[in-house]
């Protein structure tokens, strides 16, 4: 529980068989989780084997897709408060305590891996990673002029289930490029979100994604591409449905609001 909210955390998985036990202990001993999620996306075998005994419940998406797990755990969660984390050994448990105390004043707290003083050594954040998802996130933060954005790649995220219900009705991508549609659903439907600074450290693994840079490259391409359409449909149609009828009016603020609570 996190100040009266129950808190799920998703860990989407695919080929994290020798980390995931370790992350989800570690999850376990930050005592203000109540629900782990483990999305089991084809996974490598011995997953199930891996994660037994421990108290994550094990949901099996057969869609495959980076998007199509966390997508399937967020409709699973039953959480007041919902966060993603990948149980690849590159993240921190205790980042859990970050993003929640943010989660306090946002509607949406981002993960960024590109802060140097968090960038573990061995970790799969060099020069090229680096650069080409703060320069991605730098077009993002300033075609739409939101808040500062310094990485689209981060799978840590925290969103408020009444948010989260306004949002998911505009979620297409099932593949890699998930993260960057949410955060862009989030600022056309101008919610109140923020990127903050979250451990990176070494893979245990084979990275199946930003492992080769021609692959990571192409993503860069995919997510700019996704960037300008929907700063073209926001121009086209500036008003953004917030989904069924009522959720996310709580949470949904305008920018006149941000721009006074942040004078
Ligand atoms: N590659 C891949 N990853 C998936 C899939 N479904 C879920 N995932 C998860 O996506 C996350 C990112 O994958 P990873 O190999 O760590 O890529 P990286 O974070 O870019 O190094 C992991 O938590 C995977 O478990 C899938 O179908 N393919
Ligand atoms: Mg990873």
Redesign the pocket.
Known sequence: MWNGKRVSVIL?????KDSIRAFIEDLERQTVIDEILVIN?NAAEGTSEAIRNTTAREVFEPR???GA?IQRGFAEAQGDLIAVF???G?FMAHDIHKVLAYADDFDVVYGSRTVKELIWQGA?MGLFLKWGNYAVAKLMEFLFNTTNLTDV?C?VRCVHRETLDGMRPHFTVTG?FFGPEMMLVSIAQRRKIIQIPVNYTR?VGH?????NHGVAFLLGLKMIHLILRFRLRSWVRPAWPSGPAGAGATSSRSGAENSIKSA
């Not at 989407?12 to 994290?16: D, L, Q, R, S």
């Open positions: 989407p998985t695919y080929n994290e996306n495959q897709g980076y797990a990948e149980p690849d590159t799969n790649g799978t890699s893979r990275s199946s994604v930003t492992g």
